[in-house]
């Protein structure tokens, strides 16, 4: 490995010219465009943001993360943040922003485009897109009479091993804080605790509903489109697995509202509000009904997919996601060792 | 520092200035890391630190790593050192070809090497799946020292000891097992650390580190207390590993004495062993590389051309490519200070110095991040999410591969001509600079080398830090992998392998060449 000196010093400024214009390139991109800090999955706002730029010509930078990773991050950044939307998978990432006032209001077209119901009253955020709950159990281990029939029964020592989850992320917090909304905090911290007991830990719903379809665990909590989604690329991870849904207005049926908003520090908040608008409109809502992600629409008028059950049907509990309390959530399950 | 007061002796301490205060910067900068957690213990209280350290969650933890660590570092001991004895000192029949094989899964990064072993079997999981996998991505960094001390032993001590009666294991376990102390002690070290920092793999196999609790914690909360406190906790487990090292290192002298070289050493005969010694070989080398590559076909065979989306790929790599070189090329650049004063003024404030250098790179990235972040974007906010404050983060994680790599190039160069360069009109610094440095320029390649190879298969501080839009191969990979997708993520753990393997036969050479052969 022979080098001289002069080719090492010309490689070495080479390098740092090429890091620098790459560099200088990236934030170029920045500043003519805008940035979306993204927690939902990646292929659903690639989605959205290509339909986006090919109508309005506005570039999209997305930096991927997580729903409450995110949320906390806008609240440290304050008025410094370089994102102008922010897109999640639930609510209660969003409450935390809007609670420390950091959300810009949102336009009254784009809040029309959405009924009441899947956005909040102050109109700071709007939701995007949804999800329900479902239990994805072993259909060849459990028949329809042995299917819990709350999620709280899933607490009862006779669950000791049989099921799963993925505590770790968003979307099961998510659902623990309708939990805590709806029963309280004493009865969510038992609830915890059971968990904490008898349920199996997973990294993410994906790999929860493998280990349900590989006969590991007997069901899991998790969102339906996981499901789907897989039925409709190769089935592998889930020919044995069918889902339960709670119904019933129990905690377990609960329909999570992913929530889109803008930052007020956004410096680009026009640009940020047709993204927003798209999304909730006919184009953005028509990625969600015909696309691979399986979540429902939440547009005014718009259908979901057609291989879904109907979010109508689903007899979800009534939660006003503005109240999600995220930090009670976090706290709740460190206190009982999950996270 | 030496002081005499004599002229011609200051004019060669002076020089020395502006390269022991650019080392000190160096090595005040290396200090970040555990001045923030200090801080942040004391900003967060002690009655609410002690309420997130000392909980059941804290304990599991610990016991986790506990035993990852005593299942994964014997085992792997064992493991190498049988591979180096039966490729260095016996006829093995193929010994070039398994002496390679054994340091080839280096090339693999741990959490292919993980996403390999999960696609084959998807019930795999725990502290078994974490030692399995952990054992075979990891025992290269024994094999490769325990190989080249054994290459060097002089076979005079076991001459010594047969000669006296003792049969061939008893000379093995007496004579030759503790010459190589040093090797094995330095190669667990190594892997110990790795164990601690290594997010990828453990989430797939779903086992639970420090590492991968951080992780969840500021996936949950970005940079709360939680993480923070555990990062303490990490923190502390690894200055254990460099203590308990440093005790089980010793003190023993391995320098031969007498005149001339040692002879050339005895290559045993294996007889019958040598069919079950081959079998070994083999098994390792089908757990080690035959799985990951098998599956990793697979996966390209599976999902054909339509993979191959250059556009996404093609601008990875590139990321990659950059991110690698400018990282190597800063790194480097921090650690030529240290190498020139740990060559040409050895000293106490040089040791205390040096030892910042070498601690930081102790740490697991996702601690060094969590700092730069929490640093970041409270008191330096023009740096915040910045290219320069992730290369900063390489340069801090990688600064001792750099160091090991620049040190003995420049031990090699005469102090006489940087001397003569002076005496013939050049400033210090130039004659640093055209002479040594020149000279040295192989040991900068090295440097460059193992630090670009570091960079390019780094997940968490890249996660944690990368400037909007930043899609490198790894972070690229662990997306799809995350959605299960792992036909789509076949091509972007081939590239980094592909990139991998240079400078795994750079390593491989490298240790070939220390011994002289």
């Known amino acids: ?339 | 520092m030496l002081q005499v007061p004599y002229p011609l002796v200051r004019r060669r301490v002076l020089p020395h200035v502006p390269v022991v205060a650019a080392a000190a910067i160096v090595s005040l900068i290396s200090l970040l890391p555990v001045g923030f957690v200090v801080w942040i213990a004391i900003q967060t209280g002690s009655e609410t630190a002690s309420a997130l350290i000392f909980r059941p969650r804290v304990g599991e933890l610990l016991i986790n790593t506990f035993l990852l660590l005593a299942f994964t570092i014997p085992l792997s001991i064992a493991l190498s050192v049988t591979l180096a004895w039966l490729t260095e000192r016996t006829d093995l029949a193929g010994a070039r070809l398994w002496a390679w094989l054994a340091v080839a899964p280096l090339a693999v990064p741990a959490f292919v090497h993980s996403y390999a072993w999960v696609s084959l079997l998807p019930g795999l999981h725990g502290l078994f799946g974490g030692v399995l996998v952990s054992t075979l991505a990891y025992f290269p960094f024994l094999y490769l020292p325990v190989s080249a001390q054994l290459r060097r032993l002089d076979p005079a001590i076991e001459d010594a000891a047969a000669s006296l009666g003792h049969g061939p294991w008893r000379v093995f376990f007496h004579a030759v097992l503790p010459q190589l102390r040093l090797a094995i002690c330095g190669g667990s070290l190594l892997i110990g650390l790795h164990l601690l920092a290594e997010y990828g793999l453990y989430v797939m196999i779903r086992f639970d580190t420090f590492t991968t609790a951080i992780v969840d914690q500021f996936q949950s909360a970005f940079n709360g207390p939680a993480a923070n406190m555990l990062g303490g906790v990490l923190v502390i487990c690894c200055f254990a590993l460099l203590g308990l090292e440093a005790l089980a290192r010793g003190n023993e002298r391995y320098a031969r004495v007498g005149s001339g070289a040692p002879r050339l050493p005895v290559q045993q005969r294996l007889g019958w062993l040598a069919l079950p010694a081959l079998a070994l070989c083999a098994f390792t080398a089908l757990l080690a590389l035959g799985v990951p590559f098998v599956t990793l076909g697979r996966w390209l065979i599976l999902g054909g051309s339509e993979v191959w989306r250059l556009g996404p790929l093609g601008a990875a790599f590139g990321q990659t490519i950059v991110y690698a070189l400018a990282g190597a090329a800063l790194t480097t650049l921090m650690t030529v200070p240290m190498a020139w004063l740990s060559v040409r003024a050895p000293g106490r404030v040089q040791r205390i110095m040096e030892a910042c250098h070498y601690y930081v790179g102790s740490l697991p990235g996702v601690v060094v991040a969590l700092a730069l972040v929490t640093i970041t974007v409270r008191v330096a906010l023009p740096l915040y999410q910045t290219m320069a404050t992730l290369l900063l983060a390489y340069a801090l994680l990688f600064l001792p591969r750099s160091l090991v790599g620049l040190r003995a190039s420049i031990a090699q160069v005469p102090v006489e001509l940087e001397q003569a360069a002076m005496a013939l009109g050049r400033t210090p610094l130039r004659a640093v600079l055209q002479i040594t440095m020149r000279l040295a320029a192989p040991g900068v390649a090295a440097s460059m080398a193992l630090v670009g190879l570091g960079i390019t298969n780094e997940l968490t501080a890249t996660l944690m830090l990368a400037p909007n839009g930043t899609r490198t191969l790894a972070t690229e990979f662990w997306a799809l992998t995350s959605e299960i997708d792992y036909v789509s993520a076949a091509p972007y753990a081939l590239l980094m392998v592909l990139m991998s393997l240079p400078v795994t036969l750079l390593l491989y050479t490298q240790s070939k060449r220390m011994a002289g052969r």
């Open chain 1, 1 to 339: 490995m022979k080098m001289s000196f002069q080719h090492l010093a010309a490689t070495l400024a080479l390098v740092a010219g090429l890091a620098g214009s790459t560099a200088l390139a990236s934030a170029q991109s920045a500043s003519d465009g805008i940035v979306v800090y993204n927690a939902q999955h990646e292929s659903l706002t690639k989605a959205w943001a290509d339909g986006f730029t090919k109508q309005t010509g506005i570039k999209v930078t997305i930096r991927n993360g997580k729903d409450m990773e995110f949320a906390n991050q806008i609240v440290q950044e304050g008025a410094a943040s370089p994102a102008d939307v922010f897109l999640t998978e639930n609510s209660p990432a969003m409450a935390l922003v809007d609670g420390a006032g950091l959300f810009e209001p949102l336009n009254a077209d784009t809040l029309a485009q959405v009924p009441e119901n899947y956005r909040p009253a102050n109109g700071h955020w709007v939701g995007v897109a949804a999800r329900s709950t479902v239990f994805a159990y072993d259909k060849n281990k459990l028949t329809e009479d042995k299917l819990p029939k709350s999620l709280l029964d899933l607490a009862d020592a006779s669950w000791k091993g049989r099921w799963g989850a993925a505590p770790a992320g968003a979307d099961f917090q998510a659902i623990v804080s309708a939990v805590l909304e709806l029963k309280g905090e004493e009865a969510t911290a038992a609830w915890l605790k059971a968990m904490k007991e008898n349920a199996t830990p997973y990294k993410g719903n994906s790999v929860a509903m493998k280990a349900v379809n590989a006969g590991e665990i007997e069901g899991a909590v998790i969102y339906h489109y996981y499901y789907y989604g897989d039925q409709a690329k190769t089935g592998e991870n889930s020919k044995n697995v069918s889902l339960h849904y709670f119904k019933n207005e129990d905690p377990g049926a609960f329909v999570s509202i992913s929530g889109g908003g803008i930052p007020a520090s956004s410096k680009h908040k026009e640009q940020a509000q047709a993204f927003l608008k798209w999304v909730t409109g006919k184009g953005g809502q028509a990625v969600l009904r015909d696309g691979d992600s399986f979540e429902y629409a939440v547009g005014e008028g718009e259908a979901a997919n057609a291989k879904l059950v109907p979010l109508a049907d689903l007899n979800a509990p009534k939660v006003e996601p503005s109240k999600l309390n995220s930090k009670k959530v976090t706290d709740l399950m460190t206190a009982a060792g999950l996270l």
